[in-house]
């Protein structure tokens, strides 16, 4: 059921809606992130995320087509076409978008199988890259991905661009790197930290049983405690005049070793 209409660009819920695109300090404050596309928004449907505001554009997309996004709890609003490219984040429209109530992602929340394959994300700076390694982890089907100390908020829409909407595909946690190392080593889980320090060529270990990798920034790396406490520091080599390569095309290499290595079962 659509409750209201909204042509104005100045309308105060536009003005709000604005705030959580470019701030993470609004986003905290509401309690509520945005959604934007029918893909990511069927994605964040099946993974239980719920929806609070629909705003859809009957000029873009009709209303059949976003009648299945609208729970008991969700408001349908909508909007002139002029106020729905004033919101669009992407360049290419669909007509939708939507207010999400964000998850707690807390490292007790996961649910792992006996023989898991985990990605850590140390510090990951920038959203695209976070987006590239959600969207290799869903590819890989790996079982958790856990970003520790991170410097960027979860629900930054280039996080969920970036992704596809691998947010929703994924369980994620996020923690201190304290809290990770200390959850991993509770779970006899092994941690392969990918570092230049006293490392071995990856395709040396067995990732057979479980397993995390663990990546860190591009400018510096992972930080000490993470290469103290792994079970092995691992590298990729490389043929080129450079040293280092995209943490998220690291990240991809590691995972498909591991899958290859259990022989994608």
């Not at 998850?103 to 959203?127: F, R």
């Amino acid at each position: 059921m659509i409750t209201k209409k909204i042509e104005s660009t100045q309308n105060p819920l536009i003005k709000t809606i604005l705030q959580l695109q470019d701030k993470a300090r609004a986003r905290k404050k509401e309690g509520l992130f945005i959604i934007e596309g029918l893909r990511e928004l069927e994605l964040a449907q099946a993974g239980a995320y719920q929806l609070n505001t629909l705003l859809f554009c009957p000029d873009i997309l009709p209303f059949e087509q976003v009648q299945p996004f609208i729970g008991a709890q969700t408001t349908c609003i909508e909007i002139s076409k002029d106020v729905y490219q004033k919101l669009a984040y992407r360049d290419s429209t669909e007509g939708v978008l939507a207010l999400a109530q964000p998850k707690t992602h807390a490292l007790d929340q996961l649910q792992l199988p006996e023989n898991p394959i985990i990605l850590v994300a140390e510090a990951t700076e920038k959203p695209g890259n976070i987006g590239a390694m959600l969207r290799t982890a869903d590819a890989a089907n790996i079982d958790a991905v856990i970003i520790a100390n991170p410097r960027t908020d979860l629900y930054n829409p280039n996080i969920i661009r970036s992704s596809v909407g691998c947010l929703f595909t994924n369980q994620i946690a996020v923690a201190t790197t304290e809290e990770a190392i200390a959850f991993l080593k509770a779970r006899g889980i092994h941690t392969y930290a990918a570092t230049l320090q006293n490392s071995c060529s990856y395709h040396t270990q067995d990732y057979t049983t479980p397993t995390a990798f663990v990546v860190g920034t591009e400018a510096t790396g992972l930080t000490e405690p993470w290469r103290a406490s792994s079970t092995q520091n691992i590298i990729i080599p490389m043929s080129g005049t450079i040293d280092s390569m995209n943490v998220s095309v690291a990240a991809s290499i590691l995972l498909f070793e591991a899958k290859r290595q259990r022989d994608f079962k």
